[in-house]
């Protein structure tokens, strides 16, 4: 038997992470005001279904003592060992039709075959179809006195309101790193594994608050009744918490070879830059989150600035052809690399080389030579930098329908993603104000593509890059197409009222 079914729960006492739900429904018990519909709603993994089969036992246990089940009652030893037919799990997902549903409501009438109450467990019930809800519904309304429902789901937000009016709702949590790290200690004593520490932490972490995640990991990686640390950062391709602190302390030392080194190092030994990312924001969390508490400005600015390339980095991983380039970039960022002497790498290559090829505008027209003033290319100034140097850059950082229109072809070339880039390409600038940038869209069509989140935000670091300080982009439809499909339809109207005339 898997140790995942083996260490689950039995009695309220025994439910791990969730005290808020074990404490209200065995008080429900002791009470007897259980309710006969019950939601219990979380992440995967965190006991939702464990709590609903401790809710059946405790119904139904012949000899329950403080709201505990004795588990040792024949309804009781029959529900663990899964054969009580008076305790049914439908699984939603699998059926999720209406005539799955008819059939609950034709046989909810029939009494118990042997416990004192029936008891339904529907899992994943957001699945159900719009008809299978409301037949469901009829049945929540007024249940038999001896039918108890618990619906279990992962996205409570797809529940209709009809059905979750019905129902006493418990909301489960992720539960806390330490508390999996306690359950895997118990397992591994009673299972006599030799577990390291630091592995155990790397699981627990890994299965960001799910317990039969974590079960299941800690039973996978061990091998010969031992867990190794290094074998558990080699199968999940997660580098230790060393390899952190040492990129973070790169960074501080303004080490660029180094850091770049470690990253190379990182993915040529397999391990996953994306979750290391993740890792490695997590930890700069906690740092900035110090050095507020430490009422350290300097620190806590820099950090800041250190968050905003290694997210960036987080959310271009996705779509990176090179899956370490985001992060060497963040990486060269962060160490201020594109910086020598107070100007940038570029604006020094600028002033020794001759670019021959002019900028294009948004009509693949060639733009006039712009004056120096007016090529933003610096990157943005740390908020502690001296009232002097903010002045002299205040004019080359002013947005104006006339500099974004002149740049407009290097936005493009910013941006990476090709259904972003044809559908931004549509678009013609309509008006600035401020740092809100209103777009006009040929079409709806365009428009929500291109305001989705994900691509909104790459179109808005691509003007970022440019300019070198943040936007937000906003979109109309265009008029005249609205006017046109006006027209359209009150043409085709007209026509259709001369064609009935002659008809008749």
């Given at each position: 038997?898997?140790?995942?079914?083996?260490?689950?729960?039995?009695?309220?006492?025994?439910?791990?992470?969730?005290?808020?739900?074990?404490?209200?429904?065995?008080?429900?018990?002791?009470?007897?005001?259980?309710?006969?519909?019950?939601?219990?709603?979380?992440?995967?993994?965190?006991?939702?279904?464990?709590?609903?089969?401790?809710?059946?036992?405790?119904?139904?246990?012949?000899?329950?003592?403080?709201?505990?089940?004795?588990?040792?009652?024949?309804?009781?030893?029959?529900?663990?060992?899964?054969?009580?037919?008076?305790?049914?799990?439908?699984?939603?997902?699998?059926?999720?039709?209406i005539d799955e549903m008819r059939d609950l409501r034709e046989k909810i009438n029939f009494s118990p075959t042997r416990a004192?109450?029936?008891?339904?467990?529907?899992?994943?019930?957001?699945?159900?179809?719009?008809?299978?809800?409301?037949?469901?519904?009829?049945?929540?309304?007024?249940?038999?006195?001896?039918?108890?429902?618990?619906?279990?789901?992962?996205?409570?937000?797809?529940?209709?309101?009809?059905?979750?009016?019905?129902?006493?709702?418990?909301?489960?949590?992720?539960?806390?790193?330490?508390?999996?790290?306690?359950?895997?200690?118990?397992?591994?004593?009673?299972?006599?594994?030799?577990?390291?520490?630091?592995?155990?932490?790397?699981?627990?972490?890994?299965?960001?608050?799910?317990?039969?995640?974590?079960?299941?990991?800690?039973?996978?990686?061990?091998?010969?009744?031992?867990?190794?640390?290094?074998?558990?950062?080699?199968?999940?391709?997660?580098?230790?918490?060393?390899?952190?602190?040492?990129?973070?302390?790169?960074?501080?030392?303004?080490?660029?070879?180094?850091?770049?080194?470690?990253?190379?190092?990182?993915?040529?030994?397999?391990?996953?830059?994306?979750?290391?990312?993740?890792?490695?924001?997590?930890?700069?969390?906690?740092?900035?989150?110090?050095?507020?508490?430490?009422?350290?400005?300097?620190?806590?600015?820099?950090?800041?600035?250190?968050?905003?390339?290694?997210?960036?980095?987080?959310?271009?991983?996705?779509?990176?052809?090179?899956?370490?380039?985001?992060?060497?970039?963040?990486?060269?960022?962060?160490?201020?690399?594109?910086?020598?002497?107070?100007?940038?790498?570029?604006?020094?290559?600028?002033?020794?080389?001759?670019?021959?090829?002019?900028?294009?505008?948004?009509?693949?027209?060639?733009?006039?030579?712009?004056?120096?003033?007016?090529?933003?290319?610096?990157?943005?100034?740390?908020?502690?930098?001296?009232?002097?140097?903010?002045?002299?850059?205040?004019?080359?950082?002013e947005l104006t329908s006339d500099t974004i229109q002149s740049h407009w072809g290097r936005v493009i070339e910013h941006i990476?993603?090709?259904?972003?880039?044809?559908?931004?390409?549509?678009?013609?600038?309509?008006?600035?104000?401020?740092?809100?940038?209103?777009?006009?869209?040929?079409?709806?069509?365009?428009?929500?593509?291109?305001?989705?989140?994900?691509?909104?935000?790459?179109?808005?670091?691509?003007?970022?890059?440019?300019?070198?300080?943040?936007?937000?982009?906003?979109?109309?439809?265009?008029?005249?197409?609205?006017?046109?499909?006006?027209?359209?339809?009150?043409?085709?109207?007209?026509?259709?009222?001369?064609?009935?005339?002659?008809?008749?």
């Amino acid at each position: 038997m898997s140790f995942y079914r083996k260490y689950r729960p039995q009695t309220f006492s025994n439910l791990v992470g969730q005290p808020h739900v074990s404490q209200t429904i065995s008080n429900a018990l002791k009470l007897d005001r259980v309710s006969h519909a019950y939601l219990f709603t979380g992440p995967r993994g965190t006991g939702k279904t464990s709590t609903a089969r401790l809710l059946a036992k405790s119904i139904n246990c012949l000899n329950v003592k403080d709201a505990e089940p004795c588990n040792s009652c024949e309804i009781c030893q029959d529900i663990m060992d899964g054969r009580l037919i008076d305790i049914i799990e439908i699984d939603a997902a699998s059926n999720r039709g209406i005539d799955e549903m008819r059939d609950l409501r034709e046989k909810i009438n029939f009494s118990p075959t042997r416990a004192r109450s029936k008891v339904y467990i529907i899992d994943e019930v957001h699945m159900l179809t719009k008809e299978a809800f409301n037949a469901l519904l009829k049945t929540l309304e007024e249940p038999p006195a001896h039918v108890y429902f618990i619906l279990a789901t992962t996205e409570v937000q797809k529940i209709p309101e009809t059905i979750l009016s019905r129902c006493q709702r418990f909301d489960f949590k992720r539960i806390d790193e330490k508390v999996l790290i306690d359950r895997l200690k118990f397992i591994a004593a009673e299972e006599k594994i030799e577990a390291d520490e630091k592995a155990l932490e790397m699981i627990a972490h890994h299965a960001e608050g799910g317990l039969r995640d974590a079960i299941s990991l800690f039973e996978q990686l061990t091998i010969d009744g031992k867990l190794i640390y290094d074998h558990v950062c080699s199968v999940l391709g997660i580098s230790g918490f060393a390899s952190i602190e040492k990129l973070f302390g790169f960074l501080q030392t303004n080490e660029v070879k180094a850091a770049l080194d470690e990253v190379h190092e990182l993915y040529m030994d397999g391990f996953d830059l994306n979750h290391f990312t993740k890792r490695f924001l997590e930890f700069l969390r906690k740092k900035m989150l110090a050095a507020v508490n430490g009422n350290d400005g300097a620190e806590t600015a820099k950090i800041l600035s250190w968050i905003n390339h290694f997210q960036e980095a987080y959310d271009q991983s996705r779509y990176a052809t090179i899956p370490q380039l985001p992060l060497e970039v963040a990486i060269v960022k962060s160490t201020g690399t594109l910086e020598k002497d107070g100007q940038t790498v570029h604006e020094e290559m600028k002033e020794n080389v001759t670019d021959h090829r002019l900028p294009r505008d948004h009509k693949g027209l060639a733009a006039q030579p712009q004056p120096p003033q007016v090529q933003v290319e610096k990157p943005l100034q740390n908020e502690t930098a001296a009232p002097e140097t903010a002045q002299k850059k205040s004019p080359q950082t002013e947005l104006t329908s006339d500099t974004i229109q002149s740049h407009w072809g290097r936005v493009i070339e910013h941006i990476k993603n090709p259904a972003v880039k044809r559908s931004f390409q549509a678009t013609t600038l309509l008006k600035v104000s401020g740092h809100d940038l209103t777009l006009s869209f040929p079409s709806h069509f365009h428009m929500e593509k291109l305001m989705q989140p994900s691509f909104r935000v790459e179109v808005e670091e691509a003007f970022q890059q440019v300019f070198s300080q943040s936007v937000k982009i906003l979109g109309e439809v265009r008029k005249v197409a609205a006017e046109v499909n006006e027209a359209g339809k009150e043409l085709e109207d007209t026509m259709k009222d001369i064609f009935q005339g002659e008809m008749v």
